[in-house]
């Protein structure tokens, strides 16, 4: 059974920082690219930033390029968001999918606001 279940996410200053966790289960999460997506309220999901399987490449939305850094442990199941310099238009349910695209968790919400 596929799992992707996101955290990290919570209310934070503009200019503040926030690390988003998705753990994967149910899937051969190591031989996947990974990728961190977000709808912001009134818009279509887009995506933030992929890593390649092995970590080696990865590749980031030019809206938050410079600030956030997207990383992988392959015996962990896992993948992080590093945010920094968060800023409002951030704000937005965080989500994690691999290529090809699993069945969608429920995210994680990220609030930018002073």
């Known amino acids: 059974q596929v799992q992707l279940v996101e955290s990290g996410g919570g209310l934070v200053q503009p200019g503040g920082s926030l690390r988003l966790s998705c753990a994967a289960s149910?899937?051969?999460?190591?031989?996947?690219?990974m990728g961190w997506y977000r709808r912001a309220p009134g818009k279509e999901r887009e995506s933030v930033a992929t890593?390649?399987?092995?970590?080696?490449?990865?590749n980031y939305a030019d809206s938050v390029k410079g600030r956030f850094i997207i990383s992988r442990d392959n015996g962990k199941n896992t993948v992080w968001l590093q945010m920094n310099d968060l800023k409002p238009d951030d704000t937005a349910v965080y989500y994690c999918?691999?290529?090809?695209?699993?069945?969608w968790g429920q995210g994680t919400q990220v609030t930018v606001a002073s």
């Open positions: 890593i390649s399987r092995v970590g080696q490449i990865a």
């Open positions: 999918n691999s290529l090809p695209e699993e069945r």
């Open positions: 149910g899937f051969p999460f190591s031989i996947r690219t």
